[in-house]
């Protein structure tokens, strides 16, 4: 059986992991066939008035950037024709773009994730009354996981420096939301005022920790250990809120500890990190493919969760903390 504090360390772990900065040095763009295979490409295609295909263009390749891209791929299949060992450039697999897109199962995968919170939005706004308090928590929940999704989408369609800001801080914006509307729900903050200085505070530290990576400095050892602990103490609340609640709701008082265990099993694609399959398919895009089911299971939790509270409000019942 696995203990609470092992969870909270898998989780720490995985969150991490999720978040380690990229490395944009690596074996295979640092040798000496792959500078020499770029150079050449580059002095033959690039000096003339070459012009890429226009859905090259849309996504902003260049002459060199298709040079990179073809020569990483020639060294990569005679790699696999003699059993040799794949290598990363610039701290990634060597990926198949599809029309210009750089990792098309990722950008596949986060449109279906920003989809579900797309999908269940009518069901927030039709499924919950409009007296339940948290109503309109849970609708802006959904979207700022379509925000985040769509940015996850472009940075992977095409990785460029602001792109990954984006990602990066959309990412962050949907992990303290998540804190934020946690804390609401389950201490029961009703109260216009506490709720205020409550968004306050999260408003303040998220403008905060965005302006520290944008003007500052871009630390991305800062950024993990913000996720880390704003995630932490999330996972952590609702732990808590599962275990106290085990025998007053026993129909679903579990769900939040099975989520979070799913999410940790999921995250450890993250830890057993491979070449893509068929130049396609990596442990990162299967995360992503993992959280297509993991945010429909929480949507429905809190459409759950929604029901109880309400209708235990309706007949005037003590609200449950």
Not at 41 to 64: A, I, N, V
Not at 283 to 288: E, G, S, V
Request: net charge neutral; aromatic share 18%.
């Amino acid at each position: 059986m696995i203990s609470l504090k092992s969870k909270l360390l898998l989780f720490s772990l995985s969150i991490i992991l999720l978040y380690l900065p990229p490395v944009f040095s690596s074996a295979g763009d640092r040798s000496e066939e792959f500078q020499t295979c770029v150079n050449t490409c580059f002095s033959t295609e690039c000096s003339q008035d070459s012009t890429l295909p226009l859905y090259l263009r849309f996504f902003s390749w260049t002459c060199e950037d298709n040079c990179k891209y073809n020569c990483i791929h020639k060294i990569t299949n005679e790699a696999i024709s003699q059993n040799k060992e794949i290598v990363q450039y610039y701290g990634k697999w060597p990926f198949h773009r599809l029309f210009g897109i750089q990792e098309p199962a990722s950008v596949m995968f986060s449109i279906l994730n920003g989809y579900v919170h797309y999908r269940y939005l009518p069901l927030l706004k039709r499924n919950i009354p409009d007296s339940y308090y948290m109503k309109k928590f849970y609708i802006f929940y959904a979207y700022i996981g379509i925000n985040s999704w769509i940015w996850s989408t472009v940075y992977h369609s095409r990785d460029f420096p602001l792109t990954e800001r984006l990602d990066y801080y959309s990412a962050g914006l949907s992990i303290l939301y998540s804190l934020f509307y946690g804390v609401l729900r389950i201490f029961q903050i009703r109260n216009i005022q506490r709720t205020s200085i409550w968004a306050i505070i999260c408003i303040s530290a998220y403008i905060a920790h965005v302006s520290y990576l944008h003007f500052i400095k871009f630390d991305y050892e800062y950024n993990i250990l913000a996720n880390v602990t704003v995630g932490m103490s999330n996972n952590a609340l609702w732990i808590s809120w599962s275990i106290s609640h085990w025998y007053k709701r026993p129909d679903d008082a579990w769900k939040p500890i099975v989520g979070i265990i799913l999410i940790l099993c999921a995250m450890s694609l993250e830890i057993f990190d491979f070449p893509p399959w068929w130049g396609i398919l990596d442990a990162h895009a299967l995360w992503h493919a993992s959280t297509i089911y993991l945010i429909a299971y929480w949507y429905n939790f809190l459409l759950e969760d929604a029901r109880i509270e309400s209708f235990r409000e309706s007949k005037g019942k003590k609200i449950d903390k």
